[in-house]
């Protein structure tokens, strides 16, 4: 199946997406059980991050199918925009849904006049770090994680690609499926 068959509709999310969303964040973070405690967010928590920014939605069979956090733009991340919690609900990874939000988030963050676009992942998560530097990200610093209680050592590993002039290559490859976390989990 082809993802511009999955995912029908494409949109921004309101408040009242809020427990919605925090469902699929939390079903596709599942993944990473094995290393911390708990859900990854809350309904509280997506719409604090809505009222400061933008959650894309992808729509599939009256539900969410997908979603990613994007700020375009601000005082924590100067000329550049931030996006974090790329979710799709296991069932629908590998046909290229989370590409599809992370090139839209990009778009908006040019748009805004943003220069780069960041994001953290966990250190854990290195498949996501593959599918990143896929993308373009490359890797540029470390930073502690302090979200929720983990069962082994971690930390986040921050990413940017510049939205502007040449694009690094990179020799990293493309992991398979799409990842969930980008920790972006943010």
């Avoid at 400061?52 to 925009?81: C, D, M, N, W, Y």
């Avoid at 849904?97 to 040019?110: D, N, P, Q, Y």
């Avoid at 930073?143 to 510049?162: A, G």
Wanted: glycine share 10%.
């Amino acid at each position: 199946m082809q993802p511009d068959h999955l995912a029908i509709s494409v949109r921004r999310a309101t408040a009242a997406d809020a427990p919605a969303l925090a469902a699929l964040v939390n079903r596709a973070y599942a993944i990473e059980a094995f290393f911390v405690d708990g859900d990854r967010t809350t309904a509280s928590e997506i719409e604090s991050l809505i009222a400061r920014g933008t959650f894309i939605v992808l729509e599939h069979k009256g539900g969410l199918a997908a979603a990613v956090f994007v700020e375009p733009g601000s005082q924590a991340h100067v000329g550049a925009g931030y996006i974090g919690m790329l979710s799709v609900l296991p069932e629908l990874q590998k046909h290229g849904l989370g590409t599809r939000l992370v090139r839209i988030a990009e778009a908006m963050c040019e748009a805004a006049g943003c220069d780069a676009v960041k994001l953290q992942i966990i250190n854990l998560r290195e498949e996501l770090a593959r599918w990143y530097r896929s993308l373009g990200y490359v890797e540029t610093g470390t930073k502690p994680y302090e979200h929720r209680p983990v069962k082994q050592p971690c930390h986040f590993v921050e990413m940017h690609k510049s939205l502007r002039g040449v694009t690094q290559v990179t020799s990293g490859g493309s992991a398979p499926g799409t990842p969930r976390d980008s920790a972006v989990a943010a």
